[in-house]
């Protein structure tokens, strides 16, 4: 076992194929599967499992990975050290994040990536909680922020802020912006709201069942924006973030009444994949990721949200 070969499993581990690890490494893909297949004699364990769309590693093959990964990052760390020298983090890191928390997160956190890592590039891709951790496994991302849900064991998943869920109505409809409403009366009312895939429908149906109320609701509509203009028109109401409605409760189009007596939240999970190495860059994006927006809620750039 050579640091070469650990290397080459960490790229075949990310890439879940050899074919495209081996054409990422610019070497022969009968000569990439020698190495693994030494690497299983060796270490009489099977490494990888094949299937028609490329490879899985196995548990030992996910420990082997992340050790590896560990270990050539502590032998750069111990080069650089001995010469005086620490490169600065480089690469591209692929984050995930859910649409109404892109809209907050995306530009400050890639702003501030250019301001303090000028050779990192951060790629930020939207989509529901589901899909961000579907991404995560399956490799297409390097880090994921979602709503806290069904729980996977291939996926860490650290707490970052516990956001709050307010009933969002029509300013036509007379009532004051930040007057309370309890969460009994906000669920007995017309409600537009996502479909039932999405992990606040999810949470709210769930809540409504532990109320004993069966749900109206008038409109499914999963466009944030088409959502609003229904509620502004007055077809319903929601149950949103503060975020969400910032700019239209401040146009006076919509109100935003706190949920209370049985408050509805949920949390924001920052996740990173445990079937495959994490590396010095990821980590550290993770890090980074992690104290801007405890850094957002604490100065209140983050209304509605706690941590």
């Not at 075949?12 to 297949?37: F, G, Y």
């Not at 029509?170 to 009532?175: M, N, Q, Y």
């Not at 109320?213 to 944030?224: E, K, N, P």
């Not at 408050?263 to 990821?282: A, C, E, F």
Request: net charge neutral; aromatic share 4%; no cysteine.
């Amino acid at each position: 076992m050579d640091f070469r070969q650990l290397r080459n499993f960490i790229q075949v581990v990310e890439l879940s194929s050899i074919t495209a690890a081996a054409d990422h490494l610019n070497i022969a893909q009968p000569a990439l599967s020698r190495q693994v297949k030494a690497l299983e004699e060796e270490l009489n364990v099977a490494l990888l499992r094949r299937h028609g769309r490329g490879v899985m590693p196995t548990e030992e093959g996910i420990r082997l990975a992340r050790r590896a990964q560990t270990i050539l990052e502590d032998v750069q760390d111990l080069a650089n050290d001995i010469s005086g020298h620490r490169a600065p983090l480089s690469g591209m890191v692929r984050l995930g994040l859910p649409p109404t928390v892109s809209e907050i997160l995306a530009t400050h956190l890639i702003e501030r990536v250019m301001q303090i890592y000028p050779n990192v590039k951060l790629r930020i891709i939207s989509g529901f909680s589901g899909h961000v951790q579907d991404w995560l496994q399956r490799g297409k991302i390097d880090l994921g922020v979602a709503y806290e849900g069904q729980q996977s064991n291939l996926i860490k998943a650290q707490p970052i802020l516990i956001e709050k869920l307010f009933y969002i109505q029509s300013a036509a409809e007379g009532t004051q912006d930040g007057v309370p409403i309890d969460a009994h009366t906000a669920l007995q009312q017309p409600l537009i709201l996502p479909n039932p895939e999405h992990g606040l429908r999810a949470r709210i149906e769930a809540i409504a069942a532990r109320e004993n109320l069966a749900l109206d609701v008038v409109l499914d509509v999963d466009i944030l924006t088409t959502m609003l203009a229904f509620v502004e028109r007055g077809l319903g109401g929601t149950i949103l973030p503060l975020v969400s409605v910032l700019q239209q409760v401040r146009d006076k189009k919509l109100v935003a009444r706190p949920i209370e007596r049985s408050p509805i939240d949920r949390t924001l999970v920052l996740m990173s994949p445990l079937n495959r190495p994490s590396s010095r860059l990821t980590t550290s994006i993770a890090e980074f990721i992690t104290a801007e927006v405890h850094q957002m809620v604490t100065a209140g750039e983050w209304p509605g949200t706690t941590l």
